[in-house]
């Protein structure tokens, strides 16, 4: 496909950030709300720079709608599979959403805050004996962000008034 496209359709860089690494593309699409929708745990990469840098990469380029399979069949099937779930979509648009993620195999407990694009930007970590530890952004070396169209993470969504409250009583990583 040329650089002009189809009519209608714009070409985005696509992310598929999964932590320590990620799958990206040339998606062609009428829309980056339209990718979002249709594909579940990607993000449209807005900064110019990255774009311009991604320029000079050798990525595939795939058309939103191409026929399975392509590089976004699974990525389409998990959203449509979400899609009639109660909950889908539901934290989306929100300038801060709080989590409380399940108990850990150690008995730990993370309540976390994420932004407007699901990337946590603090979290509590509360270990089996009540203790709790806070981090920020500055602490992970890596922090994909968490799809909020996915109906999962409405059932552990809690007031920002609880974690605000956890976040006061736990002492920072660095203070041991």
């Known amino acids: 496909m040329n650089q002009q496209g ?5 070409r985005y860089l696509v992310l598929h950030d999964y932590g320590m690494g990620g799958l990206r593309w040339w998606v062609w699409a009428g829309s980056a ?3 979002i929708g249709a594909c579940a745990e990607v993000e449209v990469v807005s900064d110019p720079d990255a774009v311009s840098r991604a320029e000079t990469w050798t990525l595939e380029e ?3 709608d191409d026929p399975d399979p392509n590089p976004l069949s699974s990525l389409r099937a998990q959203r ?3 899609r009639g779930q109660p909950g889908f979509g539901a934290l989306v648009g929100r300038e801060r959403v709080c989590l409380r993620w399940p108990e850990g195999d150690e008995g730990e407990v993370f309540l976390m805050e994420l932004g407007p694009d699901g990337r946590r930007l603090r979290q509590v970590e509360i270990g089996p004996d009540g203790g709790s530890v806070r981090t920020g952004i500055e602490d992970w070396p890596f922090n994909p962000p968490f799809d909020l169209h996915d109906p999962q993470y409405a059932s552990m969504e809690i007031g920002s008034g609880d974690f605000q409250e956890a976040w006061q009583r736990a002492r920072h990583e660095s203070e041991g």
């Open 33 to 35: 709300e339209e990718i």
């Open 62 to 64: 795939v058309c939103l």
């Open 80 to 82: 449509d599979a979400q």
């Open 6 to 10: 189809e009519v209608g359709r714009t």
